[in-house]
Structures are given as structure tokens and as C-alpha cells.
């Protein structure tokens, strides 16, 4: 099934790598995040290439709802009681920038750029709701409490963010893209000390960015451990309701809406990749229940990283890895954490000191109960004696009988009924 983002764009098209070349910084990974470094790079005069093994945006960018909005959920209240007010602050500065950025970017290109309010909404605590308010006003932004939403069900109330936005992501990147130094059906097969080995060339670079999603260099930074992934669904309905926002429910396996032109986008069906979920039919549920004159138009899935503390990891690779880089980890906010990526990894690529560098460091702590569970995971799919086994680290793959694939439940590498890659960690497909 294909997003309506790819159904209603031209894609461009983009030269493979043929032999050997030099490059300054290599980008491996042409999703939104690859395509922004690539841009601001460009900007800066830098010598670089990026290389996609498919098609630009044909990973997970494609599949996003394309929100661009500093509200992840209920966020800011936690963040401050893990972290502190000044790293709250930081957090929310950088998403704030992250927003400003594509504000500025967008006033000159076609993407259906849209100002929306966000809106956090709750079914069943509305202190929830107000704590998060008193945690962004003590950092600095007015969000207030709304009593009444425009959704066909009760709710306890929500937060607003005024002045958040929504687009066409794949018009986006299309624009941005065209004149940068973009290699595309350029799969990565070996990145070696000196080199990075392609199907079609090798590539001598003095720095690597990994945008690959899910980082696929195993022995650095133990993102292993680190991420898991998530899966959620979305439908998009004709004749349905303009809800004039974007919502979504600050429970985890609850549901989010905004409007696209004359479509109403529902979100939700969440679940663990490799686990079993409420995926399109909960989904369809609840269209039928309440929106039982609409037509769906689209269905599609998308995957998600999630960090330990909710917090992305943009910066280097590991400690010992001074000229490797990686962006990862978006917690489901691909949009903003893909622009404050390209912010941080073009300052240090270029030498420019940066506020959030310290704040999303893939090397800090991550000495959290999520980490334990992840290895817990890890071990119990490892041992389990099953033929199928992802080429990644060896776990055993759950044939997910919706979408007709074999997943990952350790780390969230898919592949197709006849074992064909779809999503990373892993670089290959399955042995036939």
C-alpha cells in the first residue's frame, strides 16, 4: 500500500555511483534528515555526496504524517523532571528552530505548507493535560487548555501549541533537492577504515553522516541497545470531517488526526515491531463508528526509532568515532528532528559551536530500565529456535501476518514474504 505522499508526487531522479571518488562528508541515507544535511551542507560551500540505496524519500520519510510541530506529546513535563528546566528549555528551543527553519524554507516552494494548531489531547486524565501546561509556560512558551475538541468522541481536554505546521514532505525534498550532489540506487555494501564500498564504486571520505533510520554500524554506539522500533497505521478517509488541526493522544497506543486537502488522516494501531498490534483494522474500527459515510482512499504503515529517555541522538557516532556521525532515534517526531539534525551535524561539520550539541549527544547516559528490557528482548529472540533469523544479529523473525512480512523483534529489520530487505538495522536480505 503507498502513502498519498508518493501518490500525489513526481519523483526526481538522481545519476548511481559508477567507480571511485573523494569526498569531504558522506551522507549515507536520502530521507528527509540525509536530504536537509545535504542542504545546509550545500549552503555552506562544503564538499560532500550523498548516497541513497534506493530512492530519495522512498524509506520512511514517505510514510510520515508529516507534522512539523515542537508538541510531542506530553513531553515537557517529563523532561524536566528527568533532565532539569535547562534541558526542558533546550529541548523545546531546538524543536521551536527546527520549526522556524521550515517556515523560512517553505515561503519559496510549492508543499502545501499549512500553519495548524497541535493539539495534545487526553481521554481519561485531565491533570495530565494541565501539569504539561504549567511545564511549557515554565519554559517560556503560552500553550493553553482547550475544553472542547472538534472529534467525534469525549476527551478531558487538551493542550494547544498555536502556530505549528503541516506539509507535503515528498514535494518538499523534491524541491530542496534538485541541485544537490545526490547518488541514488547506490547501496552501501562495506564501510571499512578508510574506505565505504559500494555496489558500483568506492567512496574515500574524511567524514560519514549515518541517516540511515536505524544506525547499521553495529560495532559503535550500541544503538542496538539503545533504540527499538515502532509500528504505526494510518487511513486516510474522503468525506469524513476538517478537524482544523493536528491530534494526537498523549496515550501511546491512541490515535491522531489531521487533514490533508479533502482527506482525513487517522493514525494509530501502534505496536512493537516483531509484536502484534491494533494495526489498519482498529483503524477501520473506529472509521466505520464514527465517520460511517466516508470512503478510505489510502492505508499505509510506518516504522519508528525510539530512544531510552525520548530524546533523539543526533551527533557522533560513539566516543571513539571522532569523524562518524549519526542522526537517529525520532520517537515518531521525524519532521522536527530531522531539520534540528541538519542544524546540528552542519555546525560540526563545519566548526560552529552549538547549543543543542551537548542536549542530543548520542554518547550520554543511558543507564534506563528501557535498556534492560531491550537486552531482555534481544536474548529471549535469540534463543528462540526458529529457521527464520534476521542477517542483522541473528534474532528470530514473527511473520506479521498483516502486512505479509517477516519482522524483527529486537531491532525492527523487515523483509518481504520471499526475504527481500525492507527495513534496516540489517543490510541484506534473508538466505533463500
Request: hydrophobic share 40%; net charge neutral.
Amino acid at each position: 500500500m503507498q502513502s498519498i505522499w508518493t501518490e500525489s508526487s513526481q519523483r526526481l531522479n538522481f545519476k548511481s555511483l559508477k567507480g571511485d571518488v573523494k569526498t569531504d562528508v558522506l551522507i549515507i541515507g536520502g530521507g528527509m534528515a540525509g536530504i536537509l544535511i545535504a542542504y545546509f551542507l550545500e549552503q555552506a560551500g562544503v564538499d560532500y555526496m550523498l548516497v541513497e540505496g534506493k530512492t530519495i524519500g522512498d524509506g520512511i520519510t514517505k510514510n510520515t504524517t508529516a507534522k512539523i510541530t515542537s508538541q510531542h506529546g506530553l513531553i515537557y513535563d517529563k523532561l524536566i523532571h528527568d533532565n532539569g528546566v535547562e534541558k526542558a528549555k533546550q529541548y523545546l528551543d531546538a524543536n521551536q528552530l527546527a520549526l522556524k527553519r521550515y517556515k523560512e524554507i517553505c515561503e519559496n516552494i510549492d508543499c502545501d505548507f499549512e500553519e495548524k494548531s497541535a493539539y495534545t489531547y487526553s481521554l481519561s486524565d485531565r491533570i495530565k493535560i494541565e501539569r504539561e501546561i504549567k511545564a511549557v509556560y515554565r519554559l517560556g512558551l503560552v500553550a493553553e487548555f482547550i475544553e472542547d475538541l472538534p472529534l467525534p468522541f469525549k476527551t478531558c481536554g487538551a493542550i494547544e501549541f498555536k502556530n505549528q505546521a503541516q506539509f507535503h514532505p515528498l514535494k518538499f525534498i523534491n524541491a530542496i533537492a534538485k541541485n544537490l550532489n545526490i547518488y541514488e540506487n547506490t547501496f552501501i555494501k562495506e564501510l571499512g577504515e578508510n574506505a565505504v564500498i559500494t555496489n558500483a564504486g568506492k567512496i574515500i571520505p574524511q567524514k560519514i553522516i549515518v541517516a540511515t533510520h536505524f544506525p547499521v554500524i553495529n560495532k559503535h554506539g550500541m544503538f542496538f541497545l539503545k533504540m527499538y522500533q515502532h509500528r504505526s497505521y494510518v487511513i486516510a478517509l474522503e468525506d469524513a470531517q476538517n478537524i482544523h488541526g493536528m491530534y494526537v493522544d498523549e496515550a501511546q497506543e491512541g490515535m491522531s488526526f489531521r487533514n490533508y486537502k479533502n482527506l482525513l488522516f487517522i493514525g494509530g494501531g501502534d505496536h512493537r515491531t516483531g509484536e502484534e498490534g491494533g494495526n489498519w483494522k482498529e483503524l477501520r474500527g473506529f472509521a466505520r463508528k464514527y465517520y460511517p459515510n466516508a470512503i478510505e482512499r489510502y492505508a499505509w504503515a510506518t516504522q519508528d526509532c525510539m530512544t531510552l529517555d525520548g530524546i533523539p541522538y543526533i551527533g557522533e557516532y560513539a566516543t571513539n568515532t571522532p569523524n562518524l556521525y549519526v542522526a537517529t532515534g525520532f520517537n515518531k517526531w521525524g519532521m522536527t528532528s530531522s531539520m534540528i539534525s541538519a542544524i546540528i551535524l552542519s555546525d560540526m561539520i563545519i566548526g560552529r559551536d552549538n547549543p543543542f550539541e551537548e542536549l542530543f549527544s548520542p554518547n550520554r547516559s543511558m543507564l534506563k530500565p528501557q535498556l534492560l528490557l531491550n537486552g531482555v528482548a534481544a536474548v529471549v529472540n535469540l534463543l528462540k529456535p526458529k529457521t527464520k533469523r534476521c542477517p542483522h544479529l541473528g534474532c528470530a523473525l514473527t511473520w506479521n501476518k498483516v502486512e505479509q512480512t517477516w519482522d524483527c523483534p529486537c531491532h525492527g529489520s523487515r523483509f518481504e514474504k520471499n526475504g527481500d530487505l525492507i527495513d534496516n538495522p540489517a543490510t541484506g536480505s534473508l538466505k533463500k
